[in-house]
Nanobody, 124 residues
Framework: VQLQASGGGLVQAGGSLRLSCAAS????????MGWFRQAPGKEREFVAG????????DYADSVKGRATIYRDTAKATMYLQMNTLAPEDTAVYYC??????????????????WGQGTQVTVSS
């Protein structure tokens, strides 16, 4: 499985970004997938995830109400729409896929494949 994350950039506080994660090598809709982020000096943290069916999603409290995870199965691409961005959202964002999970892990250990990361920088 290969995951390619993109869509990061520099945005002002209050702005929006849509991150993309293109998947190849496996049938996209068979797996739990998620987004994580890692700020300098901090551990990688869960942002959002969705189940195999795509019908259930979960969000970290820090982004709840500001983030939406969704996918386009035909394009084998998962998205993370982030609104009302704040400087504390600044981080490298990673997409991830879990081969075996049936629910949405909120730990990086629950995922087997990772994208290369895309930098999101929010200026105040």
């Amino acid at each position: 499985v290969q995951l390619q994350a993109s869509g990061g950039g520099l945005v002002q506080a209050g702005g929006s970004l849509r991150l993309s994660c293109a998947a190849s090598g496996r049938t996209f809709s068979w797996y739990v997938m998620g987004w994580f982020r890692q700020a300098p000096g901090k551990e990688r943290e869960f942002v959002a995830g969705m189940t195999r069916s795509g019908s259930v999603s979960d969000y970290a409290d820090s982004v709840k109400g500001r983030a939406t995870i969704y996918r386009d199965t035909a394009k084998a691409t998962m998205y993370l729409q982030m609104n009302t961005l704040a400087p504390e959202d600044t981080a490298v964002y990673y997409c991830a896929l879990s081969q075996w999970a049936r629910s949405i892990p909120d730990s990086p250990r629950g995922y087997d494949y990772w994208g290369q990361g895309t930098q999101v920088t929010v200026s105040s």
